[in-house]
């Protein structure tokens, strides 16, 4: 079909303007109208579909238009590959809550609901489309790789549009070209549109949406190097989890503190009743009023935070196009020098901010492993051996990952180097945590209702057991 543009040209750039393109009949009095709404500065195009006394040759009553979407999805970033695992389509009925094809691999998907909005989401660049209104209630939608190397994403999109069944029938909806970026998506008003950005699920992605993003756009609103904004972003977090690291420490030195009377235990239980050297150990904590489960709270309480950084980073459009040394784009990898060769699940390129951040790891490790006591029961695994290793595997993990967030991990470790150096030299002192340990045993202990509880349910069980011995002997 032939459209008419009602314009040569239109300008946008100092005040909202309109282009209207039409399809005429032979009858002047029927035609079908598009007219699309530009605003200046605004990454939204509005759409007004008119169509004017076509009820008969649309036959409306009978039939719902069709809007049908085909696009395929240039190649813009470093990595083809880390490119098409954040690239695919999402949509959000008014029934459900926001959701999206497979990242990994192709899907295709049917959708029942009233469809509020639907998008072609790449790394950080969306074509969206959302109708306040709705749209019908039946969608297909189909998430493709394709075979060249020059498209991340090939992406198909058909649904009903809902237009009334009336002489001069007319409806409304809205595009989305742009970024990946909170502020310009929430304005569309489209209800979770925002979460294009995947964030992370649950807690995770709450840390990092409403404590991680507002903290970074702020630093950012005044500082124009990222790399700097991303090390006060790192100190901030820090400073915040100070207490957790000092707590974990302290916890640490008094378990190894009580390393030796925990070493004479398990000699004097081996290969005895295993209740009577649980009692044992529980007796002991309780006397010198240290308890083994401290270190564990402060670690899981940062946890939502570290794994809010690593969502956070490598989809925070930012960072794309910003540079830090060697590092070209701290949103794609960082390529120190390249290889002649394809090393397995590793790639044929070194990033250098990941050995920093490996080599940074190591240190910080022996330094927590150095003031975690080693296991005292046979069985239990070597944390420094796991720890070790866990380190070499990260080599070849981050080796692809943005260089944004190994920097912001490499900072991080040297500041807790600096932080544990700090807390052993100048904060806590072990001779004090070991006479406060000694003064304890020392001390009458009181036991709780639910300690009495638990040692009458251990008797009752050694007594049970004693009982059944008995029985099988006779």
């Known amino acids: 079909f032939i459209f008419t543009p009602g314009a040569e040209k239109v300008d946008a750039t100092g005040q909202p303007a309109q282009l209207t393109m039409t399809l005429r009949t032979s009858d002047p009095s029927k035609y079908l109208q598009f007219v699309y709404g530009f605003t200046p500065g605004s990454h939204q195009v509005a759409v007004q579909m008119n169509a004017v006394n076509l009820r008969d040759e649309l036959q409306l009553s009978t039939n719902k238009p069709e809007f049908y979407w085909q696009a395929a999805g240039w190649n813009n970033e470093l990595g083809l590959a880390q490119e098409r695992q954040h690239s695919s389509v999402f949509y959000k009925t008014s029934e459900e809550d926001r959701d999206f094809l497979s990242e990994m691999h192709d899907e295709g998907r049917q959708v029942q609901g009233k469809l509020q909005w639907m998008a072609f989401k790449q790394f950080f660049f969306t074509a969206a489309v959302y109708s306040d209104q709705g749209f019908g209630d ?62 992370g699920w649950g807690i995770i992605g709450w840390v990092s949406r409403w404590i991680i993003r507002p903290i970074f756009e702020f630093l950012s609103s005044y500082i124009g190097a990222i790399w700097v904004v991303i090390l006060l972003l790192t100190l901030a977090i820090k400073t915040l989890l100070f207490p957790v690291t000092w707590k974990n420490f302290v916890s640490s030195a008094k378990m190894r503190i009580l390393k030796p009377e925990m070493d004479e235990l398990n000699k004097k239980y081996e290969g005895k009743d295993a209740v009577e050297k649980q009692q044992a150990i529980m007796a002991l904590y309780k006397q010198t009023g240290v308890n083994p489960f401290a270190g564990c709270v402060p670690v899981l309480f940062q946890m939502p935070i570290l794994y809010a950084m690593f969502r956070f980073f490598p989809s925070n459009i930012e960072l794309r196009g910003q540079n830090f040394l ?15 060769f394809e090393i397995p699940f590793y790639g044929t390129h070194v990033s250098g901010l990941t050995i920093l951040m490996c080599i940074s790891t190591y240190f910080y490790s022996r330094m927590t492993m150095g003031a975690t006591p080693a296991p005292t029961q046979p069985g239990m ?4 051996v796991i720890m070790n290793i866990f380190t070499f595997m990260m080599l070849f993990f981050f080796n692809s990952m943005s260089s944004g967030l190994t920097l912001y991990y490499f900072v991080a470790n040297i500041t807790s180097i600096g932080q544990m150096w700090v807390i052993k030299k100048y904060i806590v002192d ?21 300690h009495q509880k638990l040692e009458e349910m251990q008797k009752a069980q050694k007594d049970k057991q004693k009982q059944l011995k008995s029985q099988i002997k006779k």
């Open 138 to 199: 039946k969608a297909e939608f189909h998430n493709i790789a394709p075979q060249d190397s020059v498209h991340n994403k090939q992406y198909i999109a058909r649904f009903d549009l809902n237009v009334p069944a009336d002489a001069n029938a007319a409806t409304a909806w809205n595009f989305y070209f742009g970024p990946n970026k909170y502020a310009p998506l929430k304005e569309t008003g489209a209800p979770e549109f925002v979460r294009i950005i995947d964030y």
């Open 430 to 450: 072990e001779k004090k945590l070991r006479d406060k340990i000694d003064e304890n045993k020392k001390k009458p202990v009181k036991k709780s209702s639910f």
């Open 381 to 384: 695994p070597n944390m420094k």
């Open 326 to 340: 060697w590092a070209n784009d701290l949103a794609n990898y960082d390529i120190l020098f390249r290889l002649p």
